[in-house]
């Protein structure tokens, strides 16, 4: 069974350093300065260029400081002694030698390492300060101290400025579109589910996530408790991203779409399209699975989809499993469970005489088959009796916990959901498991589910429902090796 939905790790032509940055990436300067010295055909050392220490620094964190030799005494490193060759110094890699560094930890020093240049260019971070020269090449934090990760692995992750992110103030909230996720969300989560629905997202910058074309996701932000409240959102979504994205509306929705759609009450003077649009419904679909919030700018509306509400479950795997093989594979969890072939049929309504009398008419007109079409039809029936019945679909049935049925359909799929578009597999056959959730009281049931009218005897229902279809998900996942996707369109870890 299911218990958590987690995050997973999305396939790794798609991880970070996969996506232009340099894991490896050091400035000319420091690089050249590591470099053990070679001495020259004269025997002496050649000299190297090697830059000074940031003002406020101590001198000994110079890559320049001297080192003492083997015999104990002290002299110049890389300066052969008279008469002897220069000893060719052992060769290591920028990774082996950034691996064995020592973290750094420039508390107490007086200048902080946030503004100091330690490569090209700048970037802006979410917290109050301006990270000056981050290159990728190390995790810091912002008070100064390097990431350890780095000396543990050897592998240096791409840039990632940690930050509780500045106080969000009122003037801002209301000119942005809001996406609320409690702190428990990290930027790692964000970009995944992005990254399922989006070839090209990625981070652009610290706190920048690029989600299509224009539009980003910027962040996190903190906000206080009154201004939470006064937007409508709850305290504990504490964690504020910003919606970067042009506006493009179209016409306003009648008052009686607004009365039934809640995007129309969203924007009630014009619907989004285009971009804007595509990036609120994409948002809306990972609110839910991050059991977060939406806020809009302009009408305020707040929309928190129910994390709840995603039932349904799908599997894709090359395999194709036969009906009387997933049969006996859900018979112990699912004793009912039944193919939906097998299900009698329940007896018609006799007809009524007008009806009767319309099929007599009917039949009046048809002219008798001629006796040798009736025999070629004979023959083909009892040709098509003696092949094997071949399938290419089917449906299974059972009763749940709770009340409702379970439905289990199975068929063949032309492509993939998006997030499974790199899976080499996905090339050939796709077989598609899509596991429903159908309610006792069953199509006014989910109607009134649509429209957010939902009793506590059907949010009981549904509740226990999911656990069986979790349940049944996890098990047709495990028998066919195929992947399980939720509601959303999002990977679901088993």
Same mark, same amino acid.
């Given at each position: 069974?299911?218990?958590?939905?987690?995050?997973?790790?999305?396939?790794? /032509?798609?991880?970070?350093?996969?996506?232009?940055?340099?894991?490896?990436?050091?400035?000319?300067?420091?690089?050249?300065?590591?470099?053990?010295?070679?001495?020259?055909?004269?025997?002496?050392? *050649?000299?190297?260029?090697?830059?000074?220490?940031?003002?406020?620094?101590?001198?000994?964190?110079?890559?320049?400081?001297?080192?003492?030799?083997?015999?104990?005494?002290?002299? &110049?490193?890389?300066?052969?002694?008279?008469?002897?060759?220069?000893?060719?110094?052992? !060769?290591?890699?920028?990774?082996?030698?950034?691996?064995?560094?020592?973290?750094?930890?420039?508390?107490?020093?007086?200048?902080?390492?946030?503004?100091?240049?330690?490569?090209?260019?700048?970037?802006?971070?979410?917290?109050?300060?301006?990270?000056?020269?981050?290159?990728?090449?190390?995790?810091?934090?912002?008070?100064?101290?390097?990431?350890?990760?780095?000396?543990?692995?050897?592998?240096?992750?791409?840039?990632?400025?940690?930050?509780?992110?500045?106080?969000?103030?009122?003037?801002?909230?209301?000119?942005?579109?809001?996406?609320?996720?409690?702190?428990?969300?990290?930027?790692?989560?964000?970009?995944?589910?992005?990254?399922?629905?989006?070839?090209? *997202?990625?981070?652009?910058?610290?706190?920048?996530?690029?989600?299509?074309?224009?539009?980003?996701?910027?962040?996190?932000?903190?906000?206080?408790? &009154?201004?939470?409240?006064?937007?409508?959102?709850?305290?504990?979504?504490?964690?504020?991203?910003?919606?970067?994205?042009?506006?493009?509306?179209?016409?306003?929705?009648?008052?009686?779409?607004?009365?039934?759609?809640?995007?129309?009450?969203?924007?009630?003077?014009?619907?989004?399209?285009?971009?804007?649009?595509?990036?609120?419904?994409?948002?809306? !679909?990972?609110?839910?699975?991050?059991?977060?919030?939406?806020?809009?700018?302009?009408?305020?509306?707040?929309?928190?989809?129910?994390?709840?509400?995603?039932?349904?479950?799908?599997?894709?795997?090359?395999?194709?499993?036969?009906?009387?093989?997933?049969?006996?594979?859900?018979?112990?969890?699912?004793?009912?469970?039944?193919?939906?072939?097998?299900?009698?049929?329940?007896?018609?309504?006799?007809?009524?005489?007008?009806?009767? !009398? /319309?099929?007599?008419?009917?039949?009046?007109?048809?002219?008798?088959?001629?006796?040798?079409?009736?025999?070629?039809?004979?023959?083909?029936?009892?040709?098509?009796?003696?092949?094997?019945?071949?399938?290419?679909?089917?449906?299974?049935?059972?009763?749940?916990?709770?009340?409702?049925?379970?439905?289990?359909?199975?068929?063949?799929?032309?492509?993939?959901?998006?997030?499974?578009?790199?899976?080499?597999?996905?090339?050939?056959?796709?077989?598609?498991?899509?596991?429903?959730?159908?309610?006792?009281?069953?199509?006014?049931?989910?109607?009134?589910?649509?429209?957010?009218?939902?009793?506590?005897?059907?949010?009981?229902?549904?509740?226990?429902?999911?656990?069986?279809?979790?349940? *049944?998900?996890?098990?047709?996942?495990?028998?066919?090796?195929?992947?399980?996707?939720?509601?959303?369109?999002?990977?679901?870890?088993?």
């Amino acid at each position: 069974m299911v218990t958590e939905r987690q995050i997973p790790d999305f396939p790794s /032509r798609r991880s970070l350093h996969a996506k232009g940055a340099d894991p490896h990436a050091i400035d000319e300067a420091t690089a050249m300065a590591a470099l053990p010295q070679r001495a020259d055909r004269s025997g002496q050392a *050649a000299p190297a260029s090697t830059p000074s220490s940031p003002e406020g620094l101590p001198d000994d964190a110079s890559p320049s400081a001297e080192v003492p030799s083997e015999s104990g005494h002290d002299s &110049e490193a890389g300066t052969p002694q008279e008469g002897e060759s220069a000893p060719i110094p052992e !060769r290591r890699s920028m990774r082996d030698r950034l691996a064995s560094a020592p973290p750094i930890n420039l508390e107490g020093t007086g200048t902080p390492l946030l503004g100091v240049p330690v490569g090209h260019g700048g970037v802006s971070a979410p917290g109050d300060t301006f990270v000056e020269g981050m290159t990728g090449a190390y995790t810091m934090l912002t008070d100064g101290v390097f990431n350890e990760e780095l000396t543990a692995t050897g592998l240096v992750p791409v840039v990632d400025v940690v930050s509780s992110g500045r106080l969000l103030d009122a003037e801002k909230a209301a000119s942005y579109h809001l996406f609320a996720v409690s702190d428990e969300v990290d930027g790692d989560e964000l970009e995944a589910l992005a990254v399922s629905i989006w070839d090209e *997202a990625k981070w652009v910058e610290p706190g920048r996530l690029k989600l299509t074309g224009d539009a980003y996701l910027q962040g996190p932000w903190s906000i206080d408790g &009154e201004l939470s409240v006064a937007l409508g959102l709850p305290t504990h979504l504490s964690h504020i991203w910003l919606l970067e994205c042009s506006p493009l509306r179209g016409r306003a929705p009648s008052p009686d779409v607004i009365e039934r759609d809640e995007w129309a009450r969203a924007f009630p003077d014009g619907l989004p399209l285009g971009l804007e649009h595509k990036s609120l419904l994409a948002l809306a !679909r990972m609110a839910r699975r991050l059991a977060g919030a939406l806020r809009i700018s302009g009408s305020g509306l707040v929309m928190m989809p129910d994390p709840d509400s995603a039932v349904h479950m799908a599997v894709y795997s090359p395999r194709w499993i036969d009906p009387a093989e997933l049969l006996d594979c859900l018979q112990s969890e699912f004793p009912q469970i039944m193919d939906s072939r097998d299900i009698p049929v329940e007896a018609r309504v006799a007809s009524s005489p007008r009806e009767v !009398r /319309r099929i007599a008419s009917v039949m009046a007109g048809v002219k008798p088959m001629s006796e040798e079409v009736a025999q070629v039809l004979q023959k083909a029936r009892e040709e098509a009796a003696r092949q094997p019945m071949v399938v290419d679909g089917y449906a299974l049935v059972s009763p749940v916990a709770g009340g409702g049925k379970l439905t289990i359909e199975v068929r063949r799929v032309p492509s993939p959901p998006r997030v499974l578009r790199w899976e080499p597999w996905t090339n050939g056959v796709i077989v598609e498991y899509r596991l429903r959730w159908i309610p006792s009281g069953g199509v006014k049931a989910i109607a009134a589910a649509l429209d957010k009218d939902i009793s506590a005897e059907f949010a009981f229902e549904r509740t226990v429902a999911a656990v069986d279809v979790e349940r *049944a998900a996890v098990a047709v996942a495990t028998l066919t090796g195929g992947s399980l996707i939720d509601e959303d369109g999002f990977l679901i870890a088993t």
